[in-house]
């Protein structure tokens, strides 16, 4: 879909308001993250799933210790962040 993860503020804002934590991220190079994809920039999927989505999920499970963290993502994020659905830390069970 390619939309910036502001896309999703006013969905974000209705779960809050549902009573819910909500975070949001842009995965790399994607939207407002960083490093800006060009040339001389490499990383992928590897560094996706490996690197940055578990890395959101700890900080997710930090940030709301007593809340379930669900990971929810749309094309290739989607299927990026259903493979790093796993536990990496204790207490948090990421699902997909």
Known sequence: MG????FYAPF??????GGLHVAVTDLRGQGESTPVARRGVVYGYREMVD???PAVARAVCVG?????????GTASAASSRC???RPSSPGCT???
């Open 3 to 6: 939309e910036r993860a502001r």
């Open 12 to 17: 974000a804002r209705g779960l809050h308001q």
């Open 51 to 53: 690197d940055d989505l």
């Open 64 to 72: 709301f210790p007593s809340s379930p963290a669900v990971l929810i």
């Open 83 to 85: 493979s790093a659905a």
């Open 94 to 96: 990421p699902s997909c």
